[in-house]
């Protein structure tokens, strides 16, 4: 059984930061993409970045500059650096990961969530 599992979110002011975590587990063959998502009080989930087992990264535009994604490929980790948060920044944060449990046979899986909070 896989798991996603996020840590590290929280109530911060405006112009603060937080660092998001995931740990990956479970009977793993490899990690392909993984990338964070968020979902705002009556928004839609939206994409905020992604990361390539090769190291690209895109992010959304509205983060461009202010999160920055990153892995630790031997804890099968996936962080998420944010920094000058606002207001708008408000939502819960969900990973997200695209998983080979063999060779070919891949899977998608998502975290349960970890809620970031933004005060102005």
């Known amino acids: 059984q896989v798991q996603l599992v996020e840590s590290g979110g929280g109530l911060v002011q405006a112009g603060g930061s937080l660092r998001l975590s995931c740990t990956a587990s479970?009977?793993?063959?490899?990690?392909?993409?993984m990338g964070w998502h968020r979902q705002a009080p009556g928004k839609q989930r939206e994409l905020v970045a992604t990361?390539?087992?090769?190291?690209?990264?895109s992010y959304a535009d509205s983060v461009k500059g202010r999160f920055t994604i990153s892995r630790d490929e031997a804890k099968k980790m996936v962080y998420l650096q944010m920094t000058s948060l606002k207001s708008e920044d408000t939502a819960i944060y969900y990973c997200n990961a695209d998983i080979s449990l063999a060779y070919g046979v891949n899977r998608e899986y998502w975290g349960q969530g970890t809620q970031v909070t933004v005060s102005s």
């Open positions: 990361s390539t087992s090769r190291g690209t990264t």
């Open positions: 479970g009977l793993i063959y490899s990690i392909n993409t």
